[in-house]
């Protein structure tokens, strides 16, 4: 059934079969990239991000494509996924100084307001940011409920405080919201306390008079951070909710909750594209110290499905040898990218893991793991082309030229492979040689992503 | 129905049908039903989470029945309403409880992820239920979140039925199996059990909500004789993955919508009712101990898309 296979099929799932698609095809047409672009749109919607922030997304990442030339880059389908994922992460907020931490440069007690739906996770949340400042920031940390709501939401609080080995402010029967802030604001100074937490009953953006609490609350405490907690199941609300919280009160920030669900997170998206606010912290779980700084690459990966491509190139780059890449570097300059480079890179990328380890760094993982396990046909390929290569002369590798038929038929025998597989391989090796020619003038860094990236065919390149 | 009940759902429902409402003024200053009017029509469901491919079953009626047609407002909001009760009539079931069941008391497990309302629907549940004259009995079964005893220990003052509850961080299943004995010693007529949230692809936790479904069926095999799967009406299409992975584990009977008096419009309700065959039993529309009311296929429906009170 399509809605079940719709549903249960990640995002990441959904881009690998459209990104195939382009991949098969040599060239891309602008018929292919709006094709694309209809299933992202769709695939975004599904990931709950709000329709305002796809349609934004969407024409954006259409309008870049256009300026791009992405019809006559070597790979195209390549080129739509970096496109797609490097504006998902700016919109996001990945620039970086957006590290997540909280400001509480100020004269103290500095106030951290938690504000929210109901049911968001304000007060586990609030008990999560008092552990952390405790035990890394060696903080005086006094938790303050002011939500007087929910049936003993204060007492939540106070149990969580002491699981934490933390403070919190003596629960007052019958005070007011706003009594009860500038209660723990004075309770804060006097005792010497570095950061004051806020908790606040749950409330509905079109609960006006709630509203206007929470503003009057925010006047009291004067906090040095206020955050909106968001569940990251929220749906297409999350544009309304992020709107009317950040029309009402001036925001510093959100935090995400619940990231340990499978929902595929749209929220995030939503949340940011609407507050314009930095998503500073991920609740990552039940637990007290299941709290998490927010990286825009992991959950623009997340919604995408992308894999974690930024560690894929932190290991190339460690693994690759400096001086060798250098020597590569300035051969490539000179245009003399030759076989015997190839069969480096490939030895370079047998010492990363092998294709199975590559794999699990990169998009469309989940796709591919499936047909892996069947056939183990890209660790064989990997073994194959060694052995082609192995079976060449030294002049042929220095200068693949000479490779005419009959050299071809003999290599084949000695490699046991086949001429079409030799082909193959030097076709391969003309598209890298080609790209490296381009590319050189990016240099060593440049270099050491773009030679990994080149061997695999479809794989997103970096810059 | 009465005039008051409608008046009361409306105003849950009001601004939860107003974006709706907003989306398609604009698509009626078209006037001719085009295919950009038909685009901004599904957009509009879409926004409600209805999902991309409701919205474009939806759509897709519309254009075969009037397409390049004159409509007027009332014309597609009663199409669109239609479509979507239609839908959802199925799921119009109230919640039965059998008080000729030999074996009382009544069953009634609650579940759902962290969050959603859970409890506060069981004090809801036990006002009601106690109001029709039944006697009720509560199971602080959530015995992992701080205080949530004490919140449901205060429900269970303010309706005037017995809580029985067990150590913080105590075992689930037994608490459950106590409580059902103690219920039947009081000859109770309902027993409503509270679990504590979690995410429906935790396989530990959910394995731990089999157990006190498998520790009631020790004591009475019939039991439980509804469980309920509490949504949040903000929440997106992981609702149905929610609805997907509780019933495989514990058999959801039956379905409660929360938090709809926000500007969440609880779409995604008319896909899980669709795809799951589930009732939906109530909706929740406050945080009062009245603000529970049973569902409303047709209500919800025209509710949904800013009509007036239902004909008939």
């Known amino acids: 059934m399509r809605l079940e296979n719709r549903l249960f099929e990640s995002l990441s799932g959904h881009l690998a079969d459209i990104f195939d698609r382009l991949k098969r095809k040599g060239a891309l047409s602008e018929d292919d990239v709006n094709a694309a672009l209809r299933e992202i749109r769709i695939a975004l919607i599904e990931a709950d991000v709000a329709l305002p922030v796809v349609k934004d997304f969407v024409n954006a990442v259409r309008e870049q494509a256009v300026g ?396 | 129905m009465t005039n008051g009940f409608f008046a009361r759902l409306k105003a849950g429902l009001a601004r939860s049908s107003r974006n709706l409402t907003d989306g398609i003024a604009g698509v009626l200053t078209r006037r001719r039903l085009d295919d950009a009017a038909l685009d901004a029509l599904e957009e509009t469901l879409i926004a409600a989470d209805l999902g991309t491919r409701l919205a474009a079953q939806v759509v897709e009626r519309l254009r075969q029945e009037r397409f390049d047609k004159e409509a007027t407002e009332a014309e597609i909001r009663g199409v669109l309403a239609e479509e979507i009760a239609r839908t959802l009539t199925p799921a119009e079931a109230p919640l039965a409880i059998d008080d000729d069941h030999a074996a009382r008391p009544f069953v009634v497990l609650v579940v759902g992820v962290n969050g959603g309302g859970k409890t506060t629907t069981i004090g809801k549940l036990a006002k009601r239920f106690k109001g029709e004259g039944r006697s009720v009995m509560l199971a602080a079964g959530d015995t992992f979140r701080a205080a949530a005893t004490e919140q449901l220990t205060i429900w269970g003052e303010r309706v005037g039925a017995r809580v029985i509850a067990g150590p913080a961080g105590g075992d689930a299943a037994g608490l459950a199996f106590d409580a059902l004995a103690a219920a039947k010693k009081d000859k109770a007529d309902v027993l409503l059990i509270d679990t504590a949230g979690r995410l429906h692809n935790k396989a530990n936790l959910m394995a731990e909500l089999e157990k006190i479904v498998r520790v009631l069926k020790k004591a009475d095999p019939a039991a439980p004789h509804a469980v309920l799967l509490v949504l949040d009406a903000t929440v997106g299409q992981n609702a149905q993955a929610q609805a997907q992975a509780f019933g495989d584990m514990v058999g959801v009977t039956g379905l409660v919508m929360t938090k709809l008096d926000g500007t969440a419009k609880g779409g995604v309700l008319v896909a899980i009712a669709e795809a799951f065959k589930l009732p939906v039993h109530f909706i929740g529309i406050g945080e009062g101990a009245d603000d529970l009311r049973p569902f409303a296929a047709k209500d919800f429906a025209r509710s949904l898309v800013g009509l007036e009170s239902p004909e008939g």
Do not use: C, W
């Open chain 1, 68 to 463: 791009q030339d992405v019809l006559r880059s070597v790979t195209p389908g390549q080129m739509v996924v970096k496109l797609v994922h490097d504006h998902l992460v700016a919109t996001l907020g990945g620039g970086p100084g957006d590290s997540g931490a909280l400001n509480l440069n100020v004269v103290p007690p500095a106030a951290v307001l938690m504000v929210g739906l109901q049911g968001s996770g304000k007060t586990t949340t609030a008990a999560k940011i008092a552990r952390l400042l405790q035990a890394r920031e060696k903080k005086k940390v006094l938790l303050a409920s002011l939500d007087v709501a929910r049936p003993a939401a204060q007492e939540q609080l106070a149990t969580l405080a002491r699981q934490i080995g933390g403070a919190s402010l003596p629960i007052v029967a019958g005070e007011r919201p706003v009594a009860i802030a500038k209660r723990a604001m004075d309770t804060g100074r006097r005792e010497g306390y570095d950061v004051v937490i806020l908790d606040t009953a749950g409330r509905l953006h079109v609960d006006e008079p709630l509203m206007h609490e929470i503003a009057a609350v925010h006047d009291a405490a004067r906090p040095a951070e206020t955050l909106l907690v968001v569940d990251s199941l929220t749906g297409q609300d999350a544009v309304n909710l992020g709107k009317a919280f950040a029309e009402r009160i001036d925001l510093t920030g959100i935090v995400l909750t619940r990231i340990d669900g499978d929902a595929r997170g749209g929220a995030a998206l939503s949340m940011r594209a609407v507050t314009g606010k930095p998503i500073k912290l991920l609740g990552t779980g039940e637990k007290l110290d299941a709290l998490e700084p927010f990286h825009a690459e992991r959950i623009a990966s997340r919604i995408l499905g992308m894999g974690d491509i930024v560690s894929l190139v932190e290991k190339a780059a460690e693994t690759s040898d400096r001086a060798e890449a250098e020597k590569l570097a300035r051969k490539i300059e000179k245009g003399g990218f030759d076989l015997d480079d190839l069969a480096a890179q490939l030895a370079q990328l047998r010492k990363m893991g092998g294709m199975g380890g590559i794999l699990g760094h990169l998009p469309g993982v989940a796709k591919v793991k499936k047909q892996l396990d069947q056939a183990n046909i890209d660790e064989t390929m990997l073994k194959r082309q060694a052995a082609i290569l192995s079976s060449m002369t030294k002049a042929e590798r220095k200068n693949p030229k000479l490779l005419n038929a009959s050299r071809r038929q003999r290599i084949a025998a000695g490699s046991g492979t086949t001429v079409p597989e030799i082909n193959r391989l030097i076709k391969q090796y003309q598209d890298m040689a080609l790209m490296m020619k381009r590319m050189g003038k990016l240099g060593q860094k440049g270099l050491a992503r773009h030679g990994i990236s080149a061997l695999m065919p479809g794989n997103p390149t970096r810059h």
